[in-house]
């Protein structure tokens, strides 16, 4: 962390202090330059300050805070405060001082390095002083400091509409830094495009400048205040204003990788993580002031135990197979070299996979000899049969996908069961009949299941992927296990009403349960941690070297038998996505 001690202290000073010092007026209004700051800055944190509770926290300490909830207020007042710093640290208007952080990425400690070392390279960079000389620039810097307007009559360089000097004021501004002047209507036709090509926190000035004798558009970036005066006052759209005020936040947001907007729609909120928020767990889950869940690597929903990188090949593969997998299965074989699925769009059975470059035999899928065409496939053989049947890579994804559908669908429908008993219980305890403490137990029983629905879910990714670092048979008992003991809860949960948990001997056949439940998630996923954890760099090298030559093997015997679509090698391969959805032949 840096030290600005070092730095000259500076007293306090507000925006309209630094005007009376001359140091850098600007030559419209900018009275209200320093209303952003009205706000109570003191006011108390409102943040929320969140730590994981029913969903696995790794081996850090539970209690330590991994994300902070924000509104989208927070963000602004966070964002005044930084505005704050700079302009006590520099004595310049709070609009230019977010120029400043908006350049160096909203990081505090690069302005004020920058600022001391280099100020006039600052300047340019943020587009408050003009890079080169100002081309057709009318208005010139007066005694004050300030841009003044001389001429009789002053014609706008973009429309080419000439204005009456006792016409200007109302009609024209002017861009400060570099005296660029055009009519009002130009600039909010300028401003509105460039917001509407996504533009805020970079609008630049309309007008040109000469640099080391060459024409380029002048580095001059408008500040807040000019641009939000021109869209109010002088015919610009209220939506497109919004727009801008939004972007100014969300230059903010985008700039700190540590914050993040909730993906839900219309959703506000955002989540900045701490320092023991850990990137690299199987829990990067957070939740938004309104409940949205979501991984906050990657904005998908959360997806412990798989990971970001297999969760995202995950979607875009369903979502592909999806629209083809029913023609897949009618119309399509695997490529017996590289096990991409592919079709048969003509009458002739040598097939050749664009994929891998494999010339085989449609009907037999045994290698077909292209230079010579001398194929035989009439005989019955044990390996054709074996051979023709065999739709491994669909099939095996076939089996994933299934089971994940199921536990998401069986998640949706537990959800709603939960709604409807807690809309029971609540009840049960607005009669009088049973006390918060009583009812607690079913809202726990309900989470758990939803919980460990969920990472049954993406388990199902995780074995499809096959992580090298999988010590296959214990997860896949530990698997079994967590399903088995979540469809009991399940079960209980669904054929029985909620009264009868109710009475004390079922209550704790319920909580028992559950936390059988909860036991088992535990143990699959610190399983697939310590596994993670302990895959050292010399496994990994180890893993390299082993598939290679695996894969040299299998291309060797490609045809003469089919190997086992089980096989690490085919898992990668088919991983990767695959092109056969295209005509191959
Ligand atoms: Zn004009
Ligand atoms: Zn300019
Ligand atoms: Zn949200
Ligand atoms: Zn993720
Ligand atoms: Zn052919
Ligand atoms: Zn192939
Ligand atoms: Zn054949």
Known sequence: VLSIARYPALKMSDCEDVDEDGSDRMSYNVEDSDEIFDDDDDDECSMEVCT????????????????????ADDIV?????????????????GHTARQLLQEMKWSFENVAVLYYDDQEKLFAKAGISVNGEAIDAVAVRGSSGDFVLDQQTITCQVCLEDFEKEEVEN????????GHVFCNAC???????????GQAARISCAGETFVEGKRRRCNIILDECFVEELLRGCGGSSEILKKYQARLIDSYVNNNPRIKWCPATDCTNAIRVTDSFDANSFDTSVECSDGHVWCFNCLDEP??????????????????DSATSNWLVAYTKDCPNCKVAINKDGGCNHMHCKHCDHHFCWVCLGIFEHK?????????????SKMA?????????????????????????????QEDAMFKMKKMQEDGNKTYMDVQFMKQATSQLINARRILQWTYVVGFYDPPWLQRNIFDLNQSELENATEKLSNMLETEDVIKWCAPEDRVEMINQTNQVETRVKHLLDALD??????????????????????????????SSRKSGNKRPVAKSEGRGTNGRRPNK
């Not at 994981?52 to 509104?71: A, I, Q, R, W, Y």
């Not at 009609?171 to 570099?178: E, H, K, P, Q």
Request: hydrophobic share 25%.
């Open 52 to 71: 994981k509770d029913l969903h696995h926290s790794g081996p850090s300490n539970v209690m330590e805070p991994c994300f902070v909830k924000l509104t």
């Open 77 to 93: 007042k966070e964002q005044r405060k930084l505005i704050q710093n700079v302009v006590e640290l520099t004595r310049l208007p």
């Open 171 to 178: 009609n024209m501004s002017t861009a400060s830094g570099c």
């Open 187 to 197: 600039w909010v036709r300028h401003i509105t495009t460039q917001v509407k090509e």
């Open 303 to 320: 997806h412990a135990p798989a990971e970001c990188s297999n969760v995202k090949e995950w979607r875009k593969k369903c979502q592909e």
């Open 372 to 384: 010579t065409y001398q194929h035989t496939c009439n005989k019955f053989t044990d390996d054709e």
């Open 389 to 417: 049947s065999g739709r491994t890579a669909l099939q095996r994804y076939t089996h994933y996908y299934e089971r994940f559908n199921n536990h998401s669908k069986s998640r949706e429908l537990e959800s709603k069961l």
């Open 530 to 559: 310590t596994w993670k954890t302990n895959f050292s760099e010399s496994d990994r090298q180890d893993m390299v070297e082993a598939s290679n030559s695996q894969d040299h093997e299998e291309t060797a015997e490609a045809g």
